[in-house]
């Protein structure tokens, strides 16, 4: 199985005060991770760390895949939901970091956005305002700007917040496809219990800032 980020003896936190302490895990080729916790328990801190918005007070973390192909998908209450844009304009952002030095997206860039819209089933959104959409409708979107960022590796940042039971349950099916048919490896974060039973093969739980993390098998 191909190691995707090794974390080794990483220690987080802001202004000298830890947050995380020596924490070691990998992410491998078509994991599913929960990180689960409480809010204020680290998780953010993490993922800050992963996509290097922070540094390591101590340890490091070793990517075998470019950092710029990590798709991240924000909680839906930190994006502008009256941001001016189209559903297909918010979904093509997630190309941006394929421009390198170039001004302006090319075909291949607008083909890849509307093959994400089309994996998730809402083609038919592509004109819509965002800020029209329902919030089941907004965390769909933004899945598929994540996913035009990268097919490899995708940081869901607490994507089932103000979801109703409804569409929170299609919400983790969509995500568990994306992860056993496409291949696609994903690490949730999450302070929610419901679904982990049945989501990831690895889950890393965070308590009062202690951090265990335990495999078992896929769907088990």
């Given amino acids: 199985m191909k190691t995707l980020v090794e974390v080794k003896n990483l220690c987080l936190g802001y202004e000298g005060k830890e947050v995380i302490h020596n924490l070691s895990f990998q992410i491998e080729e078509h994991d599913f991770i929960i990180v689960l ?5 680290g998780k953010s ?42 559903v297909f304009e918010v979904v093509l952002s997630g190309a941006l970091n394929r421009l390198k030095k170039r001004a ?22 592509k004109n819509h ?8 409708q907004k965390q769909k979107v933004l899945l598929a700007r994540a996913l035009c960022a990268t ?19 299609e919400f ?10 496409r291949g696609i490896t994903i690490m949730l974060i999450t302070h929610d219990e419901h679904g982990k039973e049945s989501l990831g093969n690895k889950i890393l739980s965070f308590d009062d800032h202690e951090v265990t993390c335990t495999r078992r098998e896929a769907n088990a």
Avoid: W
């Fill in 129 to 136: 305002p965002f800020s029209d959409l329902s919030g089941g």
């Fill in 151 to 169: 097919r490899e590796l995708l940081i869901l940042d607490e994507p089932s917040n103000n979801l109703d039971l409804k569409s929170k349950a």
């Fill in 104 to 125: 302006f997206f090319r075909s291949g860039e607008k083909k890849l956005a509307m093959e994400s819209l089309e994996m998730l089933n809402i083609a038919d959104l």
């Fill in 37 to 41: 916790g409480a809010n204020g328990s």
């Fill in 45 to 86: 801190t993490l993922v800050k760390g992963l996509l290097k918005l922070i540094k390591p007070m101590h340890g490091e973390v070793i990517y075998h895949l470019q950092k710029d192909m990590i798709g991240y998908m924000p909680q839906v209450t930190k994006v502008d939901g009256h941001f001016p844009a189209t």
């Fill in 172 to 181: 983790y099916d969509l995500i568990k496809e994306l992860n056993e048919k």
